[in-house]
């Protein structure tokens, strides 16, 4: 036999080795008892998780509470039936993992034979198949006991990353919220401000119990499109959801890629305006939520109820300058106090 020939034997039986050796953690189910572990810190930091949200003010998915609670009742008893099947699994397993480790220790004592070595792989081969499939099959029994629940704590889990990113883009927008307002969904957006003679801004289009809002916040000035530049953020438009009439979707561009909200408004600035929402976001759902905001529908899905005595100071707040007459801006979060943009006068609540 030639060295080459000996080299490649060698080379075919190592391969064979490290396969073996790499069945050992799956063997023992190590990747799913891994995913348990994971999934039983998820379902018991959902309750603090969504307590963050409400202690930084978010009103809306009342559900939230409620379903963590559900899950966490319905997740104890799978992951129990699924710690149960995996001992019983990983005992069948380990049997067929020493079947493994037997033909390929009856290989490595014939090392110094390669002809008769050679011989061993079919064998191997077969073993290790053998091997794998069971896995398979046990990864597949023990899932069926936990994977329902699973799919709804990572559903759940991804509904609180969203309110997250919603809050801190509420925490870093560049305009203040008015009292009592509070924010029901965010997107990354496009601004289609054709006629503007500039390129159409990105930022962030807010929907709030109050307004529709779109903030632009993107690094502008770029060299080339990817150099230097600066953050420029800033609110473009805002309109009170009363000024909506009417709000459509449409998927534009090739395979309907670009979501498309095109609004007609009435007693603003602007007598429609279209943004494209982004980030994997549906315009249809947006769409929707829009018209259940301005019909009252999402009032159900309140958490945190208004401030009564904050909406009496509200309901009493002046409209109007005491001193010229002019008409005052609306109160923002935590204000105690108006200025007059035309005079100047300070009026104090």
């Given amino acids: 036999m030639s060295s080459d020939e000996y080299a490649q034997i060698t080379s075919q039986f190592r391969s064979l080795e490290r396969k073996a050796d790499g069945l050992r953690d799956d063997a023992n189910l190590t990747d799913i008892s891994r995913e348990l572990g994971e999934l039983t810190g998820d379902v018991t930091g959902l309750p603090g998780r969504i307590e963050g949200l409400r202690r930084r003010g978010y009103t809306y998915a009342a ?14 008893p799978a992951y129990q039936a699924a710690q149960r099947a995996i001992e019983s699994e990983v005992d069948h397993l380990r049997g067929m993992l020493e079947e493994v480790d037997q033909v390929v220790r009856k290989a490595q004592m014939m090392e110094a034979k390669p002809p008769a070595m050679e011989g061993m792989f079919p064998a191997i081969e077969s073993a290790i198949e053998t091997l794998e499939n069971a896995t398979e099959a ?21 509904q609180i990353d969203k309110i997250e990113w919603y809050l801190e883009q509420q925490d870093e927008a560049s305009f203040d919220f008015l009292a009592g307002e509070a924010l029901f969904l965010a997107a990354e957006a496009e601004w289609a401000a054709t006629g503007k003679g500039r390129k159409d801004p990105d930022g962030i289009l807010y929907l709030t119990d109050q307004r529709l809002l779109f903030e632009q916040k993107e690094k ?25 009439e009417g709000v459509t979707a449409e998927k534009q561009g090739m ?95």
Avoid at 303 to 317: K, M, N, T, V, Y
Wanted: proline fraction near 4%.
């Fill in 138 to 158: 046990a990864t597949a029994r023990i899932e069926a006991q936990f994977r329902p629940v699973a799919r709804e704590i990572k559903q759940t889990g991804s």
């Fill in 255 to 349: 395979f309907g890629g670009k979501d498309m909200l095109n609004f007609s408004l009435s007693g603003g600035d602007f007598d429609t305006l279209t943004v494209e929402v982004k980030g994997g976001v549906d315009c249809k759902f947006w769409a929707a939520q829009i018209k259940r905001m301005i019909s009252g529908e999402t009032d159900d899905e309140r958490a945190i109820e208004p401030d009564e005595e904050l909406l009496e100071s509200i309901r009493e707040a002046p409209t109007a300058c005491p001193v010229c007459g002019a008409t005052l801006p609306l109160l923002v979060a935590g204000q105690r106090q108006i200025e007059c943009g035309f005079c100047g006068a300070v009026v104090r609540l």
């Fill in 220 to 244: 502008t000035g770029k060299r080339l499109g990817m150099f230097g530049g600066q953050l420029t953020q800033e609110l473009e438009w805002e309109i009170p959801l009363n000024q909506i």
């Fill in 63 to 76: 559900y939230l509470e409620h379903k963590a609670e559900v899950l966490r009742q319905r997740w104890d």
